[in-house]
């Protein structure tokens, strides 16, 4: 009982934190905030012009390999690599294209909008006010006590994130696809944050569409690497 009370009015102590006097954009502002100061800081974050990253995973003893290239102000490639078979996602600051097979695809409506908003470094920090403008939904206490942002919103995508009041750390991503009538809903789930180079990141990634889960795991990391244009130009 005792334990149930501390709890009780340790989460109305956090929340009262972030609520006091507080409109919902500026509360989301706070959160994004903390958010940046947890994983390293404005002013290291500010100074990342460039990340690239790889996961690997396996599902049902098939290797599952992601590697991952953004570099400022808005490019983004992604090569996914499952068993023998390969695709690839580039976006250029103005197209974005699937290959498959060495065959260019062109992405349009909600692949498009996510890999725009995909190709941000660091949304939290330096956003384009004109592009996406977050916004407080709620607070939940089901799982961590976290706060809920509407990060991003088109005709064709939501997008919705999870960060813990405790931690500061973003633990849940929700992605809906599909408009208002008929949506996907994917969740990616961030879990026990590394540091390399001055920078937390999540060492885990979980990825959950309909009852299909995949763990990930965060092999390599780096930033400010010499990244060449190149890699996202359309052929």
Avoid: W
């Avoid at 695809?105 to 956003?127: C, M, V």
Wanted: aromatic content about 16%; overall charge negative; proline content about 3%.
């Amino acid at each position: 009982m005792n334990f149930l009370l501390y709890l009780f009015f340790f989460c109305t102590a956090v929340i009262s934190f972030y609520t006091t006097f507080l409109p919902p954009d500026e509360i989301a502002e706070k959160v994004l905030s903390n958010y940046i100061e947890t994983i390293g800081g404005s002013d290291i974050i500010t100074k990342v012009e460039s990340r690239i990253y790889e996961l690997t995973a396996k599902k049902k003893g098939i290797d599952i390999r992601i590697i991952v290239i953004q570099k400022k102000p808005d490019k983004f490639y992604q090569k996914v690599i499952i068993d023998k078979s390969a695709f690839e996602l580039i976006f250029n600051g103005e197209n974005g294209f699937k290959i498959v097979s060495g065959r260019y695809q062109k992405l349009e409506s909600a692949e498009l909008d996510k890999i725009k908003f995909q190709s941000i470094l660091y949304p939290q920090n330096e956003y384009p006010k004109d592009f996406y403008n977050p916004e407080f939904i709620a607070y939940d206490s089901t799982r961590n006590l976290s706060a809920i942002l509407r990060m991003y919103k088109t005709d064709y995508i939501e997008i919705i994130h999870h960060y813990d009041l405790r931690s500061g750390f973003l633990i849940k991503q929700e992605v809906l696809e599909g408009g208002n009538h008929s949506k996907n809903k994917i969740d990616y789930y961030y879990a026990e944050y590394i540091e390399s180079q001055g920078i937390k990141f999540p060492n885990y990634l979980t990825y959950v569409f309909n009852n299909d889960t995949v763990i990930f795991k965060t092999i390599m990391h780096k930033i400010n690497d010499n990244i060449s244009d190149s890699i996202f130009e359309i052929n």
